[in-house]
């Protein structure tokens, strides 16, 4: 079993930053790659940005140049820094445990409870 925990979400206007964190635990063995989602009101859920072995990264193209995935082995965390945020940025981001393999993020069924981002215009 893995337990992830998301943090670091809030209010923030246009242009601000924030930057969420997802800690792990348990079967941490489980948990070296990684991926953020984020699911606005009716819409899907959608990959924003993923990091997997060696630090490799992916983002959605919607993110690129304004969001960065980033991880701290020691603590087995992984934050999104987000900045220059706009009001579509607004969504629940959710943490997930998968696997990035041959450039394509795979997400399991472990998921974090989700941090809510408001980006007010």
């Known amino acids: 079993q893995v337990q992830l925990v998301e943090s670091g979400g809030g209010l923030v206007q246009s242009g601000g930053s924030l930057r969420l964190s997802c800690a792990a635990s348990?079967?941490?063995?489980?948990?070296?790659?990684r991926a953020w989602y984020r699911q606005a009101p009716g819409k899907q859920r959608e990959l924003v940005a993923a990091?997997?072995?060696?630090?490799?990264?992916s983002y959605a193209n919607s993110v690129k140049g304004r969001f960065t995935i980033s991880r701290e082995i020691a603590n087995n965390t992984v934050y999104l820094q987000m900045n220059s945020l706009k009001p579509d940025d607004t969504a629940v981001y959710y943490c997930?445990?998968?696997?990035?393999?041959?450039?394509?993020?795979?997400?399991?069924?472990?998921w974090g409870q989700g941090t809510q981002v408001t980006v007010s215009s």
């Open positions: 990091t997997g072995t060696g630090g490799i990264t």
């Open positions: 997930n445990a998968g696997v990035f393999y041959s450039g394509r993020y795979y997400p399991s069924d472990y």
């Open positions: 348990g079967s941490i063995a489980r948990v070296n790659d």
